[in-house]
């Protein structure tokens, strides 16, 4: 992974147990009614707000690790604005008994108690960018959505904000200045997390709304509507339906959309049963999902009504709505009887193209750049989709993606090749190359080999950041046992640095790049990459391609299919290394780690040289994945056959399509 976006990648990671991947512009479900209020001073004491002004509970969605009481950790929120001054107002009431303030000069979020307030101000249908804030005494952080033209210019400039404490108790009182998109009768995202660190080492966080990476991602934010004073509001109801009996589950929320204001539109929330009730200023609304298709594991089901449901709310009135109905029946399964790249003609492009769009808009991945080999030889590319969702920039032959833990082997080669030469041996303890101060107080660590490192046997974690303590340290005795491993590779690039004396991509250029002739692939930030790369997506919204300032061994690479399968097909041919070396890279290693419940491949798949082995019906193939959140991609080549697909997609949502290939390509629908 990118580890100059390690931080807000982790963080989506962790956060993103509440959201469905195929949700494209959807909000959480809760909403809010402010109304206006007088005059008003931040000053965290709330005498000055209206009598009776509502209250929203912020537990509503809790963290895995969950208070023992209300006195431990709990409160409210309320909401209004001023029209005077064009801003929104939240006063919070915050309960806790064991309130911790970090004064150190390494304060985050998660060593302390503290707020983030989470905003999207435009609320665009077409989907808009949030602004966060989050707010300690000590902390002043904020995340910027850049796509967007209120979010990425919000500073601290436009906040106000207070925290008072009195004995167990907080009040937070925040100021939005919404300028230019502040307009009565129009609703706004907006959403938080408090976040609660306790003195026996507990940290836990309450939300509003469920829906996780609140700091970046507006799917993730309820809805609050600006009302005219008095406003008095219509009751709407309505219901979703399978259109037959069946267990599969509802979508979560649905859309009402304001006939006559754009800017006024909201989700609600449906029960277990698909019904919903939620409350509305008067006027025509169009009912609907938010989004075409929903998703059971991999089965894809429309979601669109056959006619637009269109209702009148009248002020104090109850309004039920005519119920959606949704086929029970799946779309069609696209993955052929056999695998298509068996019989690959010109005329099979049609198919492919087929293929790889209607997933595109299934799992609303926006751009996929793919390859395919067959008989040893590339026989088809081709790109699909935007680089950017927001500027709509296409995906073309020299559009460069991240290329994630897909490094991995090509660094492993040149390794290889170094140590046929004798410049590196695979079995000496790297320490006697170059120790290693972030792991030396373990002994243990002196028996780590460039070969542990290779086949993922280090006992080193994926990355340090995953420890609680931030300390990296082994899981096992080097050599022991499996354990896929980023950390190793980037003490490994250390090590060839060290003893070929030149930077790893200069090693690289001499015994991969040139070579194989995989030009047009970086590893580092440079003016070239920076104008060909895409965007990274979570959700359909792009993040910010932050390009690594130095190369990372394990997650760096940037490249994109059609050069790629210069490599692949340099491994199919068996070049460059001897024939021992190939026997080795493409033998059992390790066996895999699997979870309690994950579902184990159906044919025996074992870890190689930083490679994945399979041993299919079609013989063994060879191939690697990479996933750095907002970027995936595979390559796989079917040694026997000499055939073999390659794709790298800007999207966390592109799992499907990439556990598709090898049955659409190679496998066939009924091969196991």
Known sequence: MNMAKTFNKTIWILSFCFLFCQHLFAHNGEVAYAY?????????????WPPGTTKYMIG???????????????????????LDNRSMYIAFT???DDFIEDTTQNVRFNTQDCLELCIDARHLRAGSGVASFMYSKKLRNTNNAFYDAFSRNASWDIMEVVVVRRGNMRFYEWRIMLGDEFAVGKSVGFDFQVFDKDNDGSFSFASWGKGGSKYMNPKGLGDVILLPANEKLATLSGAIRWDKQSKLRLPGEVRVNSVSNEKLWLETKLDSTGNYTINVPEGKYEIMLPDAYLTDGNKVYATAAEKPVIVSAKAGKKIMATAITMPVSPLPDLIPAKGILHDFTTASAKDVDR??????????????SLALIRDGRLVYHKTYGVRNTMTSEKVDENTLFEAASITKPVFAFAVQRLAERGIIDLDKPLYLYLPYPDIEYDERYKLMTARHVLTHRTGFPNWRYMNADGKLNLRFTPGTAYNYSGEGFEYLKMVVEKITGKKVEQVLKEEVIEPVGLYHTFFSKNDSLQRMVAYGHFDGLPSNNDLP?????????????????????????????NAQSYETMFKKHSDFNYDPGDEKPKVPSYMGMSLEIRETAFGKSFGHGGNNGDFKCKFEVYKDLKMGYVVFTNSNTSDYLLEALRKFFVEGRDTP
Do not use: C, N, W
Not at 36 to 48: A, E, Q
Not at 360 to 367: A, D, E, K, L, R
Not at 553 to 569: C, L, P
């Open 60 to 82: 509503t969605y809790l963290s895995d690790t969950k208070p023992k009481d209300a006195t431990d950790f709990s409160g409210f929120f309320q909401v209004g604005y001023r």
């Open 94 to 96: 915050v309960t806790d």
């Open 36 to 48: 206006p209020l007088g005059k008003i001073t931040v000053d965290g004491d709330f005498s000055d």
């Open 355 to 368: 293929f790889i769009e209607t997933y595109q808009t299934y799992y609303s991945i926006p751009g996929v």
């Open 549 to 577: 300032e130095s190369p990372g061994m394990a997650y760096s690479m940037h490249t994109e299919a059609g050069i790629f399968t210069k490599f692949m097909i340099y491994l199919l041919e068996q070049k460059g290394l």
